[in-house]
């Protein structure tokens, strides 16, 4: 047995082991926590760069721009009607927040609390929902738009994703973590549901909520497929379609303008994420406690 170390002797070989291997294992995931941040950010970095850079100046030679220069940016305003194709976004974007938000916590409020038959066949139809790519239902989705009367509408590019699936499980997996005591204490107050739902339900699941508005404005804002199908009039086209038209041919070789407009439609995004990742992560931790 060795014996013990005195006070201000020598530290203890395997203490200094241990304190070795934590200190390689700190390491070792702070530089894979960096690489992943180089992987994931580089390329928006690679198009920003190449967004301020000269029109005289190689967009591969070398990282950083030697004459940097925000004109792009006016060009790309100039090329299309960039205010137009952002509000009807916007629009869409605002639909999509307000539906999600609305009918996403009342379905999972329903899947969650209320005993009613044929709620766990109802949880089953809509999970067995998640198998199907949108690309498999897009042309059935499409034919039931047309016989609405709004293809070229803006509604028509809403109504799909009036309220997602993944939202509806969010919210119900965040009710599903309130307490059953709330609830009690609530019906012995004399709370009816909707008292119920609005005023305890609700406010205890407000990061599940922020959650749902960042991603149902995240899909609308980036969705390109579905507003291709249904839109047809210039005047309608959404932020993403209008984005296309820079790679037309008197722009192909222009690859600073192109990445000016993505970076045009990548910014707002970025703010609105970082106006509220306090309450995304939060809510994501909500919707994991109990599923």
């Known amino acids: 047995m060795s014996a013990p170390s005195l006070p201000g002797g020598p530290e203890p070989r395997r203490s200094r082991a241990g304190r070795g291997r934590r200190w390689t294992g700190r390491a070792a995931r702070y ?4 690489l992943m941040l180089v992987v994931m950010l580089g390329p928006i970095a690679w198009q920003f760069l190449t967004s301020i850079r000269g029109r005289t100046e190689n967009v591969y030679d070398g990282v950083l721009p030697s004459h940097p220069t925000l004109d792009h940016y006016v060009r790309v305003a100039e090329t299309f009607p960039l205010l137009q194709y952002l509000g009807n976004t916007l629009v869409v974007a605002a639909l999509a927040v307000t539906s999600n938000t609305l009918f996403a ?10 005993a009613w038959k044929g709620r766990r066949t109802v949880f089953t139809v809509l999970v067995a ?12 989705m499409f034919l039931t738009v047309r016989e609405m009367g709004l293809v070229d509408t ?5 109504l799909p994703g009036a309220v997602s699936v993944l939202n509806v ?10 307490p059953r005591e709330v609830e009690e204490a609530a019906v012995l107050d004399g709370a009816n549901e909707w008292t119920r739902f609005a005023r305890v339900f609700l406010p205890s699941a407000k990061g599940a909520l922020a959650v749902v508005c960042l991603t149902s404005f995240m899909g ?26 820079l790679a037309g041919a008197t722009t192909v070789n222009d690859q600073r303008l192109i990445a000016a407009g993505a970076m ?26 109990k599923t």
């Open 31 to 34: 530089t894979t926590l960096l």
């Open 105 to 114: 916590a009342m379905g999972g409020y329903a899947l969650s609390r209320a």
């Open 129 to 140: 929902t998640l198998m199907f790519p949108f690309e498999s239902v897009m042309i059935s």
């Open 154 to 158: 803006l509604i028509g590019v809403w």
């Open 169 to 178: 499980m969010l919210m119900r997996a965040a009710f599903l973590a309130v």
């Open 220 to 245: 609308a804002w980036d969705d390109f497929l579905w507003p291709l199908l249904v839109l047809t009039d210039s005047d309608n086209y959404t932020l993403q379609l209008g984005l296309k038209t």
């Open 264 to 289: 045009t439609a990548l910014i707002p995004m970025m703010l609105l994420f970082l106006a509220l990742q306090r309450f995304f992560f939060k809510g994501v931790g909500e919707g994991a406690v």
